[in-house]
């Protein structure tokens, strides 16, 4: 099965691959690699215009939605 997520606010649209692209260089930015990155979970509050991640269950980071 293939799914896409869409998240849409205020004429706004972004979907789950540029999220997690976001994510990711949050991740590596920091100077990690992508292979040590074994989950993450992403919270999104469109009204705050604002995405919170966890990486691994206990590195914590941020980015706009812009």
Do not use: H, R
């Not at 292979?35 to 966890?54: F, G, H, I």
């Amino acid at each position: 099965m293939k799914s896409t997520l869409y998240v849409e606010y205020q004429e706004k649209q972004m979907d789950e691959k540029d999220l997690v692209a976001k994510a990711k260089k949050i991740w590596t930015d920091g100077g990690k690699k992508v292979s040590e990155l074994t989950s993450l979970q992403l919270y999104v509050k469109p009204e705050e215009n604002m995405a919170y991640c966890v990486f691994n269950d206990d590195v914590k980071g941020e980015f706009s939605l812009d």
